[in-house]
């Protein structure tokens, strides 16, 4: 599967968060978040998933797994089965995040 990112449809979450879901397979998705200044991923573990979060541009602060640290372009974190983790957007920003399995919940 080829997905062109200005053909993906952004969908606002928030009045400062929005999400473009890139490409997926059977058990793997590629997410694209883009935040505002201000903007957060509130605090969240998953059950069932394991995410890989790579950060394009901007600066966030993460937490994952009592740990904090801010992240800049080219920073990544990986977050667990059960890890809590969150972000807050320093400046404006994206995050391009990876999980396995897919979230069936964004797709739905």
Do not use: W
């Not at 952004?10 to 400062?16: A, G, P, S």
């Not at 998953?46 to 640290?69: L, N, P, R, T």
């Amino acid at each position: 599967m080829i997905t062109i990112n200005k053909e993906i449809e952004l969908n606002q979450l928030e009045e400062k968060v929005a999400r473009k879901i890139l490409v997926n397979g059977e058990s793997l998705m590629m997410v694209e978040v883009y935040f505002k200044k201000g903007g957060i991923g509130q605090v969240h573990s998953h059950e069932e998933h394991e995410q890989v979060s790579y950060v394009v541009g901007g600066s966030f602060e993460i937490s994952c797994d009592d740990e904090k640290k801010v992240l800049k372009s080219g920073d990544s974190f990986y977050a667990d089965k059960n890890v809590e983790h969150g972000v807050k957007a320093l400046e404006d920003g994206v995050i391009l995040d990876i999980f396995t399995p897919i979230r069936e919940d964004f797709v739905e």
